[in-house]
Every structure is written in C-alpha cells, then in structure tokens.
C-alpha cells in the first residue's frame, strides 16, 4: 500500500502544479479585464483623455518648422503615421475639422495647402513661453534623475522618450541640452561613438530630497542641504472604488508601509536583487519619477529602458501592478500606461499645472460640426510672394532634422516591445495573483 501511494504522489504533485498554473492564465489579454474590482474608470477615461489632442500638436509642431508655417497637404502623407492618421481617411478631412486651428487654401495651380490660424499661431507662442518659464524646473527634474542612476550619466535617446512628460522643448538635444553646464553635459560614448549620454557634472545636496519626503516636512523650494540615506516614510495610497478585498491583507500592506527602504538618491548597488528592501526602493524611485511629469503619469515601455541604470527589477510590470494602491496600469492600445493614483481625482489631475491648462485650452478647440466651407483660392492681388509662400523647400514636404529625431506618435507606436525583459500575458496575470496574496 505505502509503494502504491509513493508511487501516485508525484503525479499528483504534478497534476495540481498544472491546475494552479493554469489557475493564474486568462484569456483575456488587457490588464484591466484580468481583476475587474481593480479597475479605475476615472483614470481609464484619462488614458484617452489627449489621444485627440497629440495628433493635432504633432501636425502643429510639423507646420511650425516650416519657413511660412504652411505646406502642401499631399505632403502631410508622409506623416501619416507620425499623426497616426490611418487610410482612408484624408488629410483634409481630417484638418477640416479643426476651422479653429488650421486653414486649407488652394493656390493658381489647384494644390492645397495646409496653414495655421491666428489663433493657433498665437498658442504656439504661449506654449514656448510656458517651457521657457519651466524650463529650470525641467533642468532640475533632469538633474535629479541623472542623480537616481547608477553611474550618474544617462543615454540621450532614452532621456528623449520624456521630453513632453517632462515638459522639455523641441530643441531638446540640439540646444536645451547645452544650456545647463552647471548641471549636465552630453557625451559620447567610448565603445559606441554614436551614442551619446547626459551626465551629470554637479552633484547638488539641496536637490537629493524626495518630492515624499518634501511633502512630509513641508519644503515647497530650496530647503538645505541633504544627506540621502534610508527612509521611512509611507506612501499614500488610493484603492479602487469598488475595490473591497482589502481588509483580507491590510496588515500585509501596513507592513510594507512601515518598512525602512533606502533613498532613490543613495547608493544601491549593494542591494540585492528581489529583496524586500530591492523592491521597495524600487517603488520609491517609480513613485519619485511618476512626481517629476506634467501628468503624474509614464509609458510603461519608456520605463523599462531604465532598469539597470536606476536598478529596478527586471519584472517592473509586476511590482507595479503589485503595489496598485500607489500606482494604476491602464493599456489602451498597443502600451500600459503608469499613473501616480495619489495625483487624481476621478479622469482630472488635482494639481494641474500651466502647461495642463494650456493643452485644456488647445482641447476645447478642436473639433467642429458643420457644413463643408469653400476652400479659399490665393489671387494675384493676396499681397503674397509665390516663392517665398511656397518654395520648393515646403514643396518637399521637408522637416528640420531636429524634429524628425525627437518623439512623436511614431515613437509611440513602434517603440521597442521586443525588449527581452518585457512580461508575456501569463506574467501580467500572475502580477495580479501576486497582489492577492500579498
């Protein structure tokens, strides 16, 4: 009887190993459908909340560049993608929709042309003013990150995949980069001389403070020097609303709330990987740089690049969808999105800065219903210079290189989702399982 049961035992052991695996495995495919009570609607809504808005700001940026601000509509095609205007929609139906912002005129020949409105001319200027007027802040949350890394030096490229969270201007590589020595320079590296990095040239005590630990001692600004070391200061939590499990482990969470972890200023190379104490600081360093963006809010797909300099796990998605009281995975689309709960209120941001309020404004202007209008034909008599309206440069369709190199939609749409590291669907489900037990 005893050989017979030793016998079954291993198979049995199998047989629930693969019940529970296939306990964690769902068919669905979105993160929000795998733990319904866990689901944000509010934030949900602010995920597609500028989805509008970023094609119309990337039209706007390409007319910018141009040397009369105008050009002609066939060659807005070849950024189709970049807009993520898919056939076969037109262009020009898809300007025409926005009277507010943008203009459609024909000249002698019959082509048509694409321009922009006082109004938007006007919006455009108010935006550079804007990061102008944040540009030192922009300078210090870079500054502060270039501090959270490992070897205090950052690549360009993935410092770029920021640039609008971090409220960087256009000319971000080519000028805004080099107007802070005192905080940073670009260099190349040794091994690849194609690629360069932002390192840091100055390290400043007064900025090494976490905007927690600002919060908790109520420094708005400046403040003096500081010493990173290791904290104890709880993060603020926001559940989901008809999330009401929480009592089943609300002692493991007043734990992790209560357990000393070490500042995403210090030094963690001597951390170890999957520690309590790892994944912790961990959470401060999401919870710090989620603190720097205009929307409190990140691309997933943009975090990962960032896991060995600012040493992170290599399963990043499943520490944030663990700890979903501090953050919320939204995926709409092709990409998660990372949201700081504590920063909203419902689908609004509680703070919203200038910058918020100025894409508000640009929002509430496009859009239009109505009948098709007469598109306007440039006569002799327009005051205008052919040539100069419509030299061959705008002809072409072509943009400044500067442009071309920073983020858009393209960016946004084929990032790097082969990365090696990144979570298959059985790990997103696991994620939640994990949080469950946690």
């Not at 139906?93 to 109004?119: A, H, S």
């Not at 006007?122 to 500054?143: F, I, P, Q």
């Not at 401060?284 to 997933?300: G, R």
Request: proline share 4%.
């Amino acid at each position: 009887m005893f050989d017979y049961l030793s016998l079954r035992r291993p198979s049995y052991r199998q047989c629930l190993f693969l019940w529970s695996q296939s306990r964690l495995m769902t068919t669905s495919k979105r993160v929000q459908d795998r733990s319904k009570n866990k689901r944000v609607r509010g934030l949900e809504i602010a995920t597609e909340k500028w989805k509008i808005f970023t094609k119309f700001k990337i039209l706007m940026d390409i007319l910018k560049q141009e040397p009369e601000m105008v050009i002609p509509v066939r060659s807005l095609n070849e950024y189709r993608r970049q807009i993520n205007l898919p056939k076969p929609h037109k262009v020009s139906d898809f300007i025409r929709k926005t009277p507010k912002l943008f203009e459609l005129y024909k000249d002698q020949n019959g082509v048509l042309w694409c321009g922009m409105t006082k109004v938007a001319e006007d919006l455009l200027e108010e935006e550079e003013k804007l990061l102008e007027e944040h540009s030192d802040k922009a300078a210090e949350y870079v500054t502060r990150f270039l501090m959270m890394s490992v070897d205090k030096r950052l690549p360009l490229d993935k410092i770029a995949h920021f640039r609008r969270d971090f409220g960087l201007p256009l000319d971000f590589r080519a000028e805004w980069v080099h107007r802070y020595p005192q905080f940073f320079r670009v260099i190349k590296s040794k091994t690849e001389p194609q690629v360069e990095y932002l390192e840091l040239t100055n390290w400043n005590p007064k900025w090494a403070i976490t905007e927690l630990e600002k919060k908790a001692l109520g420094i708005t600004e400046g403040g003096g020097e500081h010493s990173p070391g290791m904290l104890s200061l709880p993060f603020p939590l926001k559940f989901p609303p008809e999330y009401k499990k929480v009592y089943r482990y609300g002692g493991k969470i007043e734990h992790f709330q209560k357990r000393a972890y070490l500042s995403p200023y210090a030094d963690a190379t001597d951390l170890k990987a999957g520690s309590l104490e790892f994944d912790k600081r961990a959470v401060a360093v999401m919870h710090e740089l989620l603190s720097f963006t205009i929307e409190k809010k990140l691309v997933t797909d943009h975090l990962t690049h960032f896991r060995r300099e600012l040493v992170m796990p290599q399963k990043l998605m499943r520490l944030l969808l663990k700890h979903f009281g501090i953050f919320y995975v939204s995926e709409r689309g092709k990409r998660f999105s990372v949201f700081l709960t504590e920063a909203y209120e419902g689908s609004e941001l509680i703070e919203k800065g200038p910058y918020v309020l100025w894409k508000e404004k640009v929002q509430s202007l496009i859009g239009y219903r109505g009948k098709k209008k007469k598109i306007d034909t440039f006569s002799d008599q327009s005051g205008m210079e052919d040539e100069d309206l419509f030299g061959s440069e705008s002809e072409n369709g072509s943009i400044s290189t500067q442009f071309e190199r920073e983020e858009t939609m393209e960016d946004l749409e084929d990032a790097l989702l082969s990365d090696d590291d990144e979570m298959e669907v059985g790990e997103v489900c696991s994620g939640y399982k994990d949080s469950n037990t946690t």
